[in-house]
Protein backbone atom coordinates (compact mmCIF):
# COMPACT_ATOMS: atom_id res chain seq x y z
CA UNK A 1 0.00 0.00 0.00
CA UNK A 2 0.99 3.46 -0.99
CA UNK A 3 1.61 5.69 2.15
CA UNK A 4 2.06 9.04 2.50
CA UNK A 5 4.94 10.64 4.56
CA UNK A 6 3.38 11.81 8.08
CA UNK A 7 5.68 13.28 10.50
CA UNK A 8 6.44 11.07 13.89
CA UNK A 9 4.87 13.70 15.74
CA UNK A 10 1.66 13.41 13.70
CA UNK A 11 1.93 9.90 13.31
CA UNK A 12 2.25 9.47 16.76
CA UNK A 13 -0.82 11.81 17.81
CA UNK A 14 -3.15 9.39 15.50
CA UNK A 15 -1.76 6.81 17.29
CA UNK A 16 -2.34 8.06 20.46
CA UNK A 17 -5.54 9.13 19.89
CA UNK A 18 -6.53 5.62 18.28
CA UNK A 19 -5.34 3.78 21.71
CA UNK A 20 -7.55 6.36 24.05
CA UNK A 21 -10.58 5.78 21.85
CA UNK A 22 -10.12 2.37 22.18
CA UNK A 23 -10.10 2.57 25.93
CA UNK A 24 -12.63 5.07 26.00
CA UNK A 25 -15.50 2.37 23.22
CA UNK A 26 -13.61 -0.67 22.88
CA UNK A 27 -12.69 -2.18 19.59
CA UNK A 28 -16.24 -2.99 18.32
CA UNK A 29 -17.50 0.88 18.81
CA UNK A 30 -14.10 2.56 17.37
CA UNK A 31 -15.05 4.03 14.05
CA UNK A 32 -12.27 5.66 11.22
CA UNK A 33 -15.38 8.35 11.84
CA UNK A 34 -14.01 8.82 14.96
CA UNK A 35 -10.75 8.60 14.52
CA UNK A 36 -10.24 11.20 11.68
CA UNK A 37 -12.92 13.42 14.26
CA UNK A 38 -10.78 13.22 17.29
CA UNK A 39 -7.08 13.54 15.00
CA UNK A 40 -8.62 16.64 12.56
CA UNK A 41 -8.17 14.27 9.39
CA UNK A 42 -10.06 12.70 6.90
CA UNK A 43 -11.33 8.80 6.58
CA UNK A 44 -9.30 9.02 3.24
CA UNK A 45 -5.79 10.27 4.55
CA UNK A 46 -6.37 7.34 7.28
CA UNK A 47 -7.68 4.47 5.12
CA UNK A 48 -4.85 6.04 2.56
CA UNK A 49 -2.00 5.51 5.51
CA UNK A 50 -3.33 2.43 6.83
CA UNK A 51 -5.66 0.65 4.64
CA UNK A 52 -8.04 -0.47 7.78
CA UNK A 53 -8.97 -0.86 11.35
CA UNK A 54 -7.76 -3.61 12.32
CA UNK A 55 -4.42 -2.19 10.96
CA UNK A 56 -4.11 1.23 12.53
CA UNK A 57 -5.58 -0.41 15.71
CA UNK A 58 -2.27 -3.03 15.35
CA UNK A 59 0.12 -0.36 14.54
CA UNK A 60 -1.35 1.96 17.04
CA UNK A 61 -0.54 -1.11 19.62
CA UNK A 62 3.27 -1.56 18.39
CA UNK A 63 3.78 2.18 17.91
CA UNK A 64 4.83 2.92 21.79
CA UNK A 65 6.59 -0.25 22.18
CA UNK A 66 10.30 -0.26 23.26
CA UNK A 67 12.70 -1.78 20.78
CA UNK A 68 12.33 -5.50 21.18
CA UNK A 69 12.94 -8.31 23.33
CA UNK A 70 16.10 -9.72 21.69
CA UNK A 71 17.82 -6.17 22.74
CA UNK A 72 17.82 -7.41 25.88
CA UNK A 73 20.67 -9.47 27.39
CA UNK A 74 21.48 -9.45 30.65
CA UNK A 75 23.69 -12.19 30.56
CA UNK A 76 21.05 -14.30 33.15
CA UNK A 77 17.79 -15.54 32.01
CA UNK A 78 16.27 -13.65 35.87
CA UNK A 79 17.88 -10.72 34.75
CA UNK A 80 16.53 -10.72 31.28
CA UNK A 81 12.83 -10.73 32.18
CA UNK A 82 13.32 -8.38 34.71
CA UNK A 83 14.80 -5.93 32.46
CA UNK A 84 11.39 -6.68 30.37
CA UNK A 85 9.55 -5.85 32.94
CA UNK A 86 11.29 -2.10 33.67
CA UNK A 87 10.36 -1.48 30.47
CA UNK A 88 6.88 -0.61 31.32
CA UNK A 89 5.78 1.50 34.44
CA UNK A 90 2.69 -0.06 36.78
CA UNK A 91 0.08 2.74 35.27
CA UNK A 92 1.25 2.04 31.63
CA UNK A 93 0.60 -1.88 32.59
CA UNK A 94 -2.67 -1.14 33.92
CA UNK A 95 -3.38 0.78 31.00
CA UNK A 96 -1.75 -1.71 28.71
CA UNK A 97 -3.51 -4.89 30.35
CA UNK A 98 -7.40 -3.67 30.35
CA UNK A 99 -6.76 -3.01 26.68
CA UNK A 100 -5.42 -6.28 25.89
CA UNK A 101 -8.45 -7.85 27.81
CA UNK A 102 -10.73 -5.94 25.51
CA UNK A 103 -8.96 -6.66 22.03
CA UNK A 104 -8.57 -10.40 23.27
CA UNK A 105 -12.49 -10.66 23.59
CA UNK A 106 -12.71 -8.51 20.04
CA UNK A 107 -10.30 -11.21 17.98
CA UNK A 108 -13.23 -13.82 18.45
CA UNK A 109 -15.54 -11.61 16.05
CA UNK A 110 -12.97 -9.88 14.25
CA UNK A 111 -10.56 -12.13 12.09
CA UNK A 112 -8.99 -9.17 10.74
CA UNK A 113 -8.12 -7.68 13.36
CA UNK A 114 -6.50 -11.21 14.93
CA UNK A 115 -4.27 -11.43 11.57
CA UNK A 116 -3.47 -7.62 11.98
CA UNK A 117 -2.17 -8.01 15.70
CA UNK A 118 -0.23 -11.36 14.98
CA UNK A 119 1.63 -10.47 11.93
CA UNK A 120 2.18 -6.71 13.31
CA UNK A 121 2.17 -6.98 17.70
CA UNK A 122 1.97 -10.92 18.57
CA UNK A 123 4.78 -12.18 16.18
CA UNK A 124 7.40 -9.80 16.90
CA UNK A 125 7.25 -10.15 20.66
CA UNK A 126 7.62 -13.68 20.19
CA UNK A 127 10.60 -13.87 17.97
CA UNK A 128 11.82 -11.40 20.71
CA UNK A 129 10.96 -14.10 23.61
CA UNK A 130 12.13 -16.65 21.60
CA UNK A 131 15.77 -14.75 21.23
CA UNK A 132 15.48 -14.40 24.86
CA UNK A 133 14.87 -17.93 26.09
CA UNK A 134 16.95 -19.04 23.81
CA UNK A 135 19.93 -17.29 24.79
CA UNK A 136 19.39 -19.13 28.74
CA UNK A 137 19.47 -22.42 26.99
CA UNK A 138 22.65 -21.31 25.12
CA UNK A 139 24.31 -19.95 28.36
CA UNK A 140 23.16 -23.22 30.01
CA UNK A 141 20.69 -22.09 31.77
CA UNK A 142 18.11 -23.98 30.79
CA UNK A 143 17.40 -27.48 29.41
CA UNK A 144 17.11 -27.56 25.04
CA UNK A 145 14.53 -29.85 25.74
CA UNK A 146 12.31 -28.04 28.51
CA UNK A 147 8.71 -28.22 27.85
CA UNK A 148 7.80 -25.00 29.31
CA UNK A 149 9.95 -22.81 27.16
CA UNK A 150 7.04 -23.04 24.67
CA UNK A 151 4.58 -22.10 27.59
CA UNK A 152 6.67 -19.25 28.96
CA UNK A 153 4.18 -16.73 26.49
CA UNK A 154 1.28 -18.68 27.41
CA UNK A 155 1.86 -18.17 31.11
CA UNK A 156 2.78 -14.26 31.38
CA UNK A 157 -0.44 -13.75 29.71
CA UNK A 158 -2.38 -15.89 31.70
CA UNK A 159 -0.59 -14.18 34.99
CA UNK A 160 -1.98 -10.27 32.93
CA UNK A 161 -5.58 -12.34 32.57
CA UNK A 162 -5.95 -14.30 36.08
CA UNK A 163 -5.29 -11.17 38.62
CA UNK A 164 -7.81 -9.10 38.03
CA UNK A 165 -9.98 -12.50 37.69
CA UNK A 166 -8.97 -13.66 40.69
CA UNK A 167 -7.90 -10.78 43.38
CA UNK A 168 -9.56 -7.78 41.67
CA UNK A 169 -6.23 -6.17 40.99
CA UNK A 170 -4.56 -4.74 38.31
CA UNK A 171 -1.18 -6.13 37.08
CA UNK A 172 2.18 -4.64 38.45
CA UNK A 173 5.88 -4.92 38.02
CA UNK A 174 5.55 -6.35 41.77
CA UNK A 175 2.96 -9.33 40.76
CA UNK A 176 5.03 -10.20 37.82
CA UNK A 177 8.15 -10.15 39.54
CA UNK A 178 7.55 -12.33 42.14
CA UNK A 179 5.19 -14.19 39.23
CA UNK A 180 8.09 -15.27 37.04
CA UNK A 181 10.29 -15.78 40.22
CA UNK A 182 7.82 -18.17 41.81
CA UNK A 183 5.96 -19.27 38.40
CA UNK A 184 8.15 -19.17 35.08
CA UNK A 185 11.60 -19.66 36.36
CA UNK A 186 11.12 -22.44 38.42
CA UNK A 187 9.42 -23.77 35.07
CA UNK A 188 12.25 -23.40 33.26
CA UNK A 189 14.60 -25.09 35.72
CA UNK A 190 16.00 -21.79 36.97
Not at 72 to 93: K, N
Not at 124 to 152: C, I, Q, T, Y
Request: contains cysteine.
Amino acid sequence: MARSRLTPERESELYGAVLDLLREVGYDALTMDAVAARTHSSKATLYRQWGSKPELVARALRHNKPPGLDEIDTGTLRGDFRAILERTDDCQMEKDSALMRGLAHAVHNNPDLLQALRELFIDPEMRGFDVVLRRAVDRGEVSAGNPALKLVPHMLIGAFIARPLIEDQPVDNAFLSAYVDAVVLPSLGV
